[in-house]
């Protein structure tokens, strides 16, 4: 079982960005994947989570600006990112929820290995 982030890079503040997360050793419509992201000298924040039913959740943080997604057939779940602000640089990682309060890192297992968005002009 493995999850593998990428898609990030440098944007400029309101600039849009699509985060993959690649699963591969099950099928993502049958478990539900959430989105984290961590900046320098701080803590790991859930974004976003995609329940295996399609529910989605999000933090305010990405509310209204982010929109996770599933792709059945490439086994893959996205994060697109829209107006973007300097306050979203991170590495964002994607993992597999696992049951419990679905906001902290320790509900999660098989994280990816991140992917570095930087939000800069």
């Known amino acids: 079982v493995q999850l593998q982030a990428s898609g990030g890079g440098l944007v400029q503040p309101g600039g849009s960005l699509r985060l993959s997360c690649a699963a591969s050793g099950f099928t993502l419509n049958s478990r539900a994947i959430g989105w984290f992201r961590q900046a320098p000298g701080k803590e790991r924040e859930y974004i976003s989570l995609?329940?295996?039913?399609?529910?989605?959740y999000y933090a305010d943080s990405g509310k209204g600006r982010f929109t996770i997604s599933r792709d059945n057939a490439k086994n893959t779940v996205y994060l697109q990112m829209n107006n973007v602000r300097p306050e979203d640089t991170a590495v964002y990682f994607c993992a597999r929820y696992n049951g419990g309060v679905y906001s902290i890192p320790r509900s999660y297992t098989h994280w990816g290995q991140g992917t570095q968005v930087t939000v800069s002009s």
């Open positions: 995609l329940g295996f039913d399609g529910s989605t």
